[in-house]
């Protein structure tokens, strides 16, 4: 997590000209230290590797764009949608990394160490989201590994947006059959799921163990 956040500050820093390349990776590289004070399994210093070669590959292929633009305060631009159901609204809000207005176009950064040929399901929804919130701006993604980099835009965003909604619609329909005691007891969790790791609280309150 900290890689991603404080390479794609790094990559903000380069293209909008608030530092050069080297002083923006010194940065991004001392904050990185500043969240991850243990590394007892060698982890983070390998993920702290990876913050100069993957922020150097996102300049690099976000320089045709030219400088982005941010919102009055310099923080990203928010974007939100209501979904409307049986019964329920839903809202929910997302921040879109690099938008090139020139260019009708927003770019989301995403570091990773093994380059998608295919966005996966959740980004391709993702994608979409955007795209339905951000008018006519076109809408794409940009991984940068290590090594290489790739901008791709997978998904038609009128088809995920649909699955999306019966998506939600399935869970409201879930969520009334029962109160969240009676539900908690029904629903299986993966305590090797990366959303329950490092939470010995959470674990305790789930297994009891």
Do not use: C
């Amino acid at each position: 997590m900290w890689r991603g956040i404080f390479t794609e500050q790094a990559v903000s820093d380069t293209i909008t000209g608030t530092l050069d390349i080297d002083a923006a990776l010194d940065k991004a590289v001392r904050d990185f230290d500043s969240k991850v004070m243990f590394d007892d399994d060698g982890k983070a210093a390998k993920e702290r590797e990876n913050i100069g070669p993957m922020t150097r590959l996102a300049v690099e292929a976000l320089e045709p764009y030219g400088k982005p633009v941010f919102q009055e305060d310099g923080g990203q631009h928010k974007v939100s949608l209501t979904a409307a159901g049986d019964g329920w609204n839903l809202d929910f809000i997302g921040f879109i990394d690099f938008k090139f207005p020139d260019h009708g176009l927003i770019i989301d950064l995403k570091t990773t160490l093994r380059m998608p040929s295919v966005m996966s399901k959740s980004h391709q929804r993702q994608r979409a989201f955007y795209a339905k919130a951000s008018g006519n701006s076109a809408v794409k993604f940009l991984y940068v590994t290590p090594k290489k980099s790739a901008i791709l835009e997978d998904g038609d965003p009128g088809q995920l947006m649909a699955e999306i909604k019966t998506h939600l619609a399935r869970q409201e329909a879930f969520l009334r059959l029962g109160d969240k005691e009676l539900l908690r007891t029904v629903v299986p969790v993966d305590p090797d799921s990366f959303y329950w790791r490092g939470s010995e609280a959470a674990r305790l309150e789930l297994f009891g163990i």
